[in-house]
């Protein structure tokens, strides 16, 4: 069973980046469509990003305006979420996932998220 561990949330100002990373167990890491989700105080978990095993594919959200790109090492069986011009609306705690259906799921395994505020 495939075990992810995301880091890299922190606080950061408006118009600030961040990379989040998600580090995944398992010999078959390389096989699996992996994507990014987050969940918002109050409102159901959604989708961020999307990327297939040999980052061939990549989905993004709307919301996501090409501010944030996810890639994936599959020799280090980490995958990433470079976030640019962050603003206050992305405060949530982000979660890994991976083994589903590309982009959006459903996926089998999340990991415990990391938080990312974005405040002044």
């Known amino acids: 069973q495939v075990q992810l561990v995301e880091s890299g949330g922190d606080l950061v100002q408006p118009g600030g980046s961040l990379r989040l990373s998600c580090a995944a167990s398992?010999?078959?890491?390389?096989?699996?469509?992996m994507a990014w989700f987050r969940q918002i105080s109050g409102k159901e978990r959604e989708f961020v990003a999307g990327i297939s095993p040999g980052s061939l594919n990549k989905r993004y959200a709307e919301f996501v305006y090409g501010r944030f790109t996810i890639s994936r090492d599959n020799a280090d069986n980490t995958i990433y979420l470079q976030m640019n011009s962050l603003q206050t609306e992305d405060t949530a705690i982000y979660y890994c996932?991976?083994?589903?259906?590309?982009?959006?799921?459903?996926?089998?395994?999340y990991g415990q998220g990391t938080q990312v505020t974005v405040s002044s």
């Open positions: 398992g010999r078959t890491f390389s096989r699996f469509n």
């Open positions: 996932a991976g083994n589903g259906t590309f982009p959006m799921g459903p996926y089998s395994v």
